[in-house]
């Protein structure tokens, strides 16, 4: 399968797997018909509990987006829950609140920040530099 669209992006073989979070469900919902028109398949959670449960059932997410400000645990501590099921995947952060953020990502590698508003050619880049950036594990022999 390969999709290629007037944001130049092209997807072969099995589509990617995001999870969008957000407790706004309208933002969440733009973001979701939006990476799905993409060609990626999106699985989506109104909160950081619901997520990680999500996380918990699907071996495949090749990336998290998370919006900053949730009720209950923002998105930097459920990035850092969802590393621990999913070492190795992106975190793509949207925030207005980019500021209040700097000083509390050190600890997170492959992790990008989005402000918000932005506009939608700006998400699809930001997802795509994040997927490109995972260098594949080489294979283990048995």
Same mark, same amino acid.
């Given at each position: 399968m390969s999709t290629t669209n007037r944001y130049s992006i092209e997807i072969r073989n099995e589509p990617r797997t995001l999870l969008v979070v957000d407790d706004e469900p309208m933002i969440r919902s733009l973001e979701v018909q939006f990476l799905s028109s993409q060609g990626y398949k999106v699985l989506q959670a109104a909160?950081?509990?619901e997520a990680l449960r999500l996380a918990s059932a699907n071996?495949?997410?090749?990336? +998290?987006?998370?919006?900053?400000?949730?009720?209950?645990?923002?998105?930097?501590?459920?990035?850092?829950?969802?590393?621990?099921?999913?070492?190795?995947?992106?975190?793509?952060?949207?925030?207005?609140?980019?500021?209040?953020?700097?000083?509390?990502?050190?600890? +997170?590698?492959?992790?990008?920040?989005?402000?918000?508003?932005?506009?939608?050619?700006?998400?699809?880049?930001?997802?795509?530099? +994040?997927?490109?950036?995972?260098v594949p594990l080489p294979l283990r022999n048995p």
């Open positions: 909160s950081a509990a071996a495949n997410i090749h990336l +998290l987006l998370t919006d900053f400000s949730m009720p209950e645990v923002d998105g930097l501590e459920l990035a850092r829950q969802f590393r621990t099921v999913h070492p190795e995947t992106p975190v793509l952060m949207v925030s207005g609140s980019i500021p209040l953020m700097h000083d509390r990502t050190a600890d +997170l590698d492959r992790f990008d920040v989005l402000a918000k508003p932005f506009a939608f050619d700006e998400l699809l880049h930001k997802v795509r530099s +994040l997927l490109d950036s995972v």
